[in-house]
């Protein structure tokens, strides 16, 4: 069985996924991102047999076992946002609804 972020996430990168050392930590979690928002795009994301992607799989759990992914906690802090100054760590609210606290794990290269 394979993971349904795998299955789009391979399909997002294509010939790429054989040089995955190539792609930095941000643009590969940014793929990472798009490939797991699927999810709410596509009636099938779900596990599923897809032999051809073995050496595929391989490769993206070998890279992201290297770099920023080889942690596995969230890196601290995060950002916070919210239209109440007593709840943000100084960060503008941007394009986040007003009303509620958000919060986002900081990327790879600090942004």
């Not at 294509?14 to 928002?37: C, K, N, Q, R, S």
């Not at 795009?41 to 759990?61: G, I, K, Q, T």
């Amino acid at each position: 069985m394979k993971s349904p972020v795998l299955i789009e996430l391979v399909r997002r990168l294509g010939d790429a996924v054989h040089d995955l050392d190539g792609i930095d930590d941000v643009d590969l979690y940014e793929e990472i991102v798009f490939a797991a928002g699927h999810q709410h795009a596509a009636p099938d994301f779900h596990e599923r047999w897809v032999s051809d992607l073995d050496d595929a799989e391989a490769l993206v759990r070998n890279r992201l076992d290297n770099g920023w992914f080889a942690g596995h906690l969230v890196p601290t802090p995060q950002a916070w946002f919210s239209s109440s100054p007593e709840a943000t760590n100084h960060l503008s609210i941007g394009e986040k609804p007003q009303g509620a606290l958000w919060t986002a794990s900081f990327l790879p290269d600090g942004a």
